[in-house]
C-alpha cells in the first residue's frame, strides 16, 4: 500500500516561501493513474485543493493558488514539492499530500475522496504564519 508522508518547517513569517516534501513508499511513484496531490485544511474551514502533478508532469492548480504555487516531482527521491510564496497568516492550515487515482478524480471530488479515504493520505503537517 502506498505510503505518503509530508515534511517541512512548521513555522515561517509573512512574505516568505513555504516549501513542503512529500516522500512516497510502499508502491510505484511513476507510471501510475495517481495523480499527486496537496491540500490544506484551515482552522474551521473546509478542505481545499492547491494543485496535483500527475505523470505527464504537467502541474494544475487551483485558481487561488495558481499565481504563487510550484509543484513539481523527483522520482529519483520518490518525492513531490510544493512550494508556496509570499505567505501570510491566512496561508496557516494543516498541509497533506495524497496520491489520488485519475479514475476516482473523474466521479469524487477531492473533499468527498478524503471522507471516504479514497486514494493514499499523508498524516498532514501543520503550518504556522506568523510575524
Known amino acids: 500500500q502506498v505510503q505518503l508522508q509530508e515534511s517541512g518547517p512548521g513555522l515561517l513569517k509573512p512574505s516568505q516561501t513555504l516549501s513542503l516534501t512529500c516522500t512516497v513508499s510502499?508502491?510505484?511513484?511513476?507510471?501510475?493513474?495517481?495523480?499527486w496531490t496537496w491540500v490544506r485544511q484551515a482552522p474551521g474551514k473546509g478542505l481545499e485543493w492547491i494543485g496535483y502533478i500527475p505523470d505527464s508532469e504537467i502541474p494544475l492548480y487551483g485558481a487561488s493558488f495558481k499565481s504563487r504555487t510550484s509543484i513539481a516531482r523527483d522520482t529519483s527521491r520518490n518525492q513531490f514539492t510544493l512550494k508556496l510564496s509570499a505567505v501570510t497568516p491566512e496561508d496557516t492550515a494543516t498541509y497533506l499530500c495524497?496520491?489520488?487515482?485519475?479514475?476516482?478524480?473523474?466521479?469524487?471530488?477531492?473533499?468527498?475522496?478524503?471522507?471516504?479515504?479514497?486514494?493514499?493520505w499523508g498524516p498532514g503537517i501543520q503550518v504556522t504564519v506568523s510575524s
Open positions: 510502499g508502491g510505484p511513484f511513476t507510471n501510475t493513474d495517481n495523480y
Open positions: 495524497a496520491g489520488l487515482p485519475f479514475e476516482l478524480l473523474r466521479k469524487w471530488t477531492i473533499r468527498e475522496m478524503r471522507e471516504r479515504n479514497f486514494g493514499s
